[in-house]
Nanobody, 116 residues
Framework: QVQLVESGGGLVQAGGSLRLSCAPS????????MGWYRQAPGKQRELVAV???????NYADSVKGRFTISRDNAKNTVYLQMNSLKPEDTAVYYC??????????WGQGTQVTVSS
């Protein structure tokens, strides 16, 4: 079964940057929307950013101007560049992919910790 493999999480000081990457372990056909969600301890999972197959993007208000989502369609990979990180960005970040036939895939999650 195809899985999404995430990388790039870690520990960083406030104001620092991290870049997350996510790619499938095998072939996924008809990729449509790719995105990132996050879940902080004791909170619900929330949308961070999504990008459509044509490049249109949508961001949570809390990350606008600091985070940038991008994708490489040739590699079926989605990225999240996170700048000016804040302690409140600390969470487990999950990659999410939806296909044109509405199949949904989730990554296993990668921890991002921002120290003050």
């Amino acid at each position: 079964q195809v899985q999404l493999v995430e990388s790039g999480g870690g520990l960083v000081q406030a104001g620092g940057s991290l870049r997350l990457s996510c790619a499938p372990s095998g072939s996924i056909f008809r990729l449509n929307v790719m995105g990132w969600y996050r879940q902080a301890p004791g909170k619900q999972r929330e949308l961070v950013a999504v990008i459509g197959s044509g490049g249109s993007t949508n961001y949570a208000d809390s990350v606008k101007g600091r985070f940038t989502i991008s994708r490489d369609n040739a590699k079926n990979t989605v990225y999240l560049q996170m700048n000016s990180l804040k302690p409140e960005d600390t969470a487990v970040y999950y990659c999410n992919v939806k296909t044109l036939i509405n199949t949904v895939y989730w990554g296993q999650g990668t921890q991002v910790t921002v120290s003050s």
